[in-house]
């Protein structure tokens, strides 16, 4: 089983629509990361996080610490969110020996 | 600020070539890191350097080597290609962090295909 396990693997939306993606996790962390790599482009980090939540514009990620998961979610989405998101944990022992998800395809349909 | 430069950005090689990827900071970040994507996989650790003067192996580190050269560069160097070392090879670098996590700023990527 892998330790940074991400769910959907696709997510088709129409524009406007909310959307979640998840991240669950099985080794104890120091944080979390949220990067997004638009097709063909680089790998931007969106958030680090260790509890609770943050917002950046019309993206939010939480984290709940007991149940080892962390969601993603993007308000009134827009084509140009089309972008692999990408989950990833600072291991406890070596916070920046990060594992990373297999990423969730998100494709925004106007 | 340019932040996390690699070199080259495409690369074909024959099975048994060597080369060396560069990569370069300006953060005067202490750490610096190489991964390698591959589809349906999430990205691998080949070799970390916590700090100048040291490195260690990641996950993925048969086929590889790296230097440390200085603070702001790290390089990769594959010393006789494979097929399965066909990848996208990103270079991030980061604050330096035990116990603690940093944001880690990507490189835009190497895509190496070796025949």
């Known amino acids: 089983k892998n330790e940074v396990e991400q769910s959907p693997q696709n997510l088709t939306a129409q524009e406007g629509e909310f959307i979640t993606i998840n991240c669950s996790y099985s080794v104890g962390i120091s944080a979390l990361h949220w990067l997004q790599q638009h097709p063909g482009g680089g790998i931007v980090s969106l958030f680090m996080l260790s509890s609770g939540k943050k917002k950046h514009g019309r993206l939010i990620a939480t984290i709940n610490i007991q149940e080892k998961h962390s969601s993603l979610h993007i308000t009134a989405s827009h084509p140009r969110d089309s972008a692999v998101y990408i989950c990833a944990v600072g291991r406890k022992e070596y916070g920046n020996k990060l594992v990373f998800g297999a990423g969730t395809i998100l494709r925004v349909k106007s | ?115």
Not at chain 2, 36 to 58: C, N, V
Not at chain 2, 62 to 69: C, F, M
């Open chain 2, 1 to 115: 600020n340019a932040g996390v430069t690699q070199t080259p950005k495409f690369q074909v090689l024959k099975t048994g070539q060597s080369m060396t990827l560069q990569c370069a900071q300006d953060m005067n970040h202490n750490s610096m890191y190489w991964y390698r994507q591959d589809p349906g996989m999430g990205l691998r650790l080949i070799y970390y350097s916590a700090s100048e003067g040291t490195t260690d192996k990641g996950e993925v580190p048969n086929g590889y080597n790296v230097s440390r050269l200085n603070k702001r560069e790290f390089s990769l160097r594959l010393e006789s290609a494979a097929p399965s070392q066909t990848s996208v090879y990103f270079c991030a670098s980061s604050g330096q962090g035990w116990l603690v996590s940093y944001e880690q700023f990507f490189g835009p990527g190497t895509r190496l295909t070796v025949l």
